[in-house]
């Protein structure tokens, strides 16, 4: 997330776009492999699907959620909103209900990809420390 965090919200949209886009990519290709090593395929044609279902998965889920979060703050005229963090953690849920074909998939994602969204927000703005502080 190098870089994400220092540029304002409701700005440079595409940039947002892209650096969420390449982390959820990242994900997505840790993901696979380390789903291989578990459940090794049989073909090399299956490793190839299973690495780029999940990759591209990952990498549209990020970059939705970067552009759906960007374009709520401009359109909303609100960048520091939580509810724009909520607005795009439930686009990205959608995208996972479309994948797997279920609504009920895509409802739980949205909800708890919005609410997981809106928490960091608030964390990151109001400074909440996740972890413990070093003696």
């Not at 395929?41 to 190839?48: F, G, H, K």
């Not at 953690?89 to 996972?96: K, P």
């Not at 609410?115 to 070093?134: C, E, S």
Request: proline share 5%; glycine share 12%; aromatic share 8%.
């Amino acid at each position: 997330m190098s870089g994400y965090w220092d540029i304002p919200e409701g700005t440079n949209c595409p940039r947002k776009t892209w650096l969420l886009g390449r982390l959820g990519a990242g994900l997505g290709l840790f993901g696979s492999a380390y789903h291989m090593v578990l459940f090794p395929p049989d073909t090399t044609l299956q490793v190839v699907q299973r690495a780029s279902m999940a990759t591209v998965t990952m990498a549209t889920i990020g970059a939705v959620f970067g552009l759906t979060t960007c374009l709520s703050a401009q359109i909303r005229e609100a960048p520091d909103d939580p509810l724009n963090y909520f607005i795009g953690g439930c686009a990205s849920g959608t995208i996972l209900g479309a994948r797997a074909h279920s609504f009920a998939t895509g409802t739980t994602a949205c909800l708890s990809l919005g609410l997981v969204a809106t928490l960091t927000k608030i964390g990151k703005r109001d400074g909440w420390q996740v972890t413990f502080p070093r003696a």
